[in-house]
């Protein structure tokens, strides 16, 4: 019984030796997988442990106090309020931050390739209508109170923005608006010394302590970078094997 030497598939030829190559490429990628995400894995079990160690804090009294004595790493929970809040006058309302986004419909083209009637491989040009950002323009608080203490804006990293409206200025330019509500409840994770606490701390809107902590330690960083990894390990077989591999033949 004669083995065979090549497979078709579509209009690439798989042969014997890009197979074997195609496993070596997998063996060596798992491999490197496995180094990668041991690092992270022993970086997540160093964080998990400043995590659990980290003090938890729900009153204003204890969290002033924190920020006095240098408590050090803390989940606080609490409100996040504009002190002062702000918008755009065509919009109105009351919000923490604004985003007015400018966007223009414009034409463009690109390059089409198609199959004609008699089988042979054409291109056209052809012309479309799209909206392409054209610059933005943002406002927010200046001041913000988070468990019953006001403090600088940039102390808390804002929540995720949500779509407010869309102004149409013309037919060719518009004017789209995302922003912040006045007032959140969640959880700050930060280091608290100085007498205040550090800038730019993420905020988990809508979750107490225990969700956060069990967020955080819940070990998806690995589960996140195995499906990135395998991804990457298919594209590179999937390339290796389109590729013009007669070197391997020879």
């Known amino acids: ?7 078709q598939l579509g209009r690439f030829e798989i042969t014997m030796h890009e197979i ?6 997998i063996a060596v990628m798992m491999i490197l ?15 998990n442990a400043e995590y659990y160690k980290a003090t938890k804090i729900t009153e204003i009294e204890m969290f002033q106090y924190g920020m006095d004595t240098n408590i050090g790493n803390a989940f606080v929970y609490g409100d996040l309020e504009a002190v002062d809040t702000v918008t755009f006058p065509e919009i109105g309302g009351e919000y923490l931050y604004v985003k007015k986004v400018e966007e223009h419909y414009n034409m463009h083209t690109r390059t089409v390739t198609y199959t004609d009637s008699n089988g042979k491989t054409q291109t056209r040009t052809e012309t479309y209508w799209e909206w392409d950002y054209a610059g933005s323009e943002e406002v927010h608080s200046h001041k913000i109170r988070f468990c019953g203490i006001e403090m ?12 407010i409206d869309t102004i149409n200025e013309s037919g060719f330019v518009r004017f789209k608006y995302y922003g912040c509500n006045p007032k959140y409840t969640g959880t700050v994770y930060t280091d608290l010394r100085d007498g205040a606490m550090k800038d730019d701390s993420p905020f988990y809107v809508g979750q107490d302590i225990e969700s956060t902590v069990e967020y955080l330690t819940s070990g998806f960083p690995i589960v996140l970078f195995w499906i990135i990894w395998i991804i990457l390990t298919g594209g590179a077989v999937v390339g ?10 020879d």
């Open 1 to 7: 019984m004669i083995m065979k030497k090549s497979w």
């Open 20 to 25: 074997l190559a195609s496993i070596t490429i």
């Open 33 to 47: 997988g496995f180094v990668f995400s041991g690092k992270i894995e022993e970086n997540q079990m160093d964080k």
């Open 152 to 163: 600088d804006y940039p102390k808390v990293a804002m929540p995720g923005t949500d779509y």
């Open 240 to 249: 290796f094997i389109c590729l013009d591999n007669e070197w391997l033949e």
